[in-house]
């Protein structure tokens, strides 16, 4: 379970916006022991005060989806995360969380996320694979 | 927008359980207008029961999230969708559902999925591109 999420290239992030609904989005992530860090990366944004941002602020119990699908439904599995979530701003832990992503994703270390980081120390794992 | 979604296999379904928390699973869906079908398959299960027929049951309103994730950030997109879901376990609209599901999916044809379907009427449709 912990080498099929730490070897994956997305994730998918759900947490709740400060009006109480629900928000998805998908995120790169590193995996750090029971420290999961993401980043609100460069990219063109609707938005300059990303939404995830503002959710986790409010609500910081969120859940992770880790799944990969295949068209051979018997190879299908997923990992669900449950865990609280900080929006990190302050040096020197920003620039931690950024070393984790950067070392996994080599478009991190081409352009560094400018923004503030997202930690989120997990509580629960949760597995599922259609062959056990 | 609705042409990604509609080729897309697998979407993520987040909910919230009766409890309040966060529940996000990987499903397979069709899509036929502004309604969005899923079914409960027949892949071994941890319970006979699926937990997202619980929360749709006691907290109708859902998001989903559609992507893809490429190494080439520039062909990252995604799209949310909201709506509120509802279980359905009586005919015809049960085989309605799977008829769709069936029409899209292969897996579905060799071995029609035996529980309720969630029918999601979709009220909200966003969607982010890297390159617009």
Chains 1, 2 share one sequence.
């Not at 994730?11 to 980043?39: K, M, Y």
């Not at 990969?68 to 929006?87: K, P």
Request: charged share 30%.
């Amino acid at each position: 379970m912990r080498r099929r999420v730490a070897a994956a290239r997305v994730a998918r992030l759900a947490s709740v916006d400060p009006a109480g609904r629900l928000h998805v989005v998908p995120i790169c992530f590193a995996l750090d022991g029971e420290t999961l860090v993401s980043a609100v990366d460069a990219k063109p944004k609707a938005s300059a005060r990303p939404q995830r941002l503002l959710n986790v602020r409010a609500s910081p119990d969120v859940a992770l989806l880790v799944d990969e699908y295949d068209e051979d439904w018997s190879r299908l599995w997923w990992v669900r995360l449950r865990g609280r979530a900080r929006v990190v701003e302050e040096e020197p832990e920003r620039e931690d969380a950024l070393a984790l992503l950067a070392a996994k994703y080599p478009q991190y270390r081409d352009e560094p996320p400018p923004g503030p980081a997202i930690v989120v120390e997990l509580t629960e794992w949760r597995g599922w694979a259609a062959v056990p």
